[in-house]
């Protein structure tokens, strides 16, 4: 997987978990792309930031500090796919 998409990746699940702190899928989702951009990226550092109609992920790999954005509305769309589906928001 490019980093750019375990950033991607990692970035739609950290908001569905900040979000929802007591979904266990989203939890172990987001333990399991943060492990793919340590162990195979190399990712420390990790700083995310919201400017305009980017998410700006500041972040240090390999020793080497980077940056990458991403269209919000395209990250908060995994978020908000979940919340507007009745099943998924049910209380157990």
Same mark, same amino acid.
């Given at each position: 997987?490019?980093?750019? =998409? ?9 908001? *569905? ?12 989702? %987001?333990?399991?792309?943060?492990? #793919? ?5 190399? *990712?420390?550092?990790?700083? *995310?930031?919201?400017? !305009?109609?980017?998410? #700006? ?7 080497? =500090? ?14 908000? !796919? ?5 099943? %998924?928001?049910?209380?157990?």
């Amino acid at each position: 997987m490019k980093l750019t =998409d375990a950033l991607s990746n990692w970035l739609s699940i950290k908001k *569905v978990h900040e979000e929802r702190p007591a979904d266990l899928a989203a939890k172990d989702t %987001f333990d399991f792309f943060s492990e #793919i951009l340590k162990e195979d990226h190399k *990712v420390e550092n990790l700083s *995310v930031s919201l400017k !305009g109609p980017f998410y #700006i992920v500041d972040f240090t790999a390999d020793g080497v =500090d980077q940056s990458e954005r991403f269209f919000a509305d395209m990250i908060d769309a995994l978020y908000e !796919g979940i919340a507007n589906e009745p099943r %998924f928001n049910e209380e157990c």
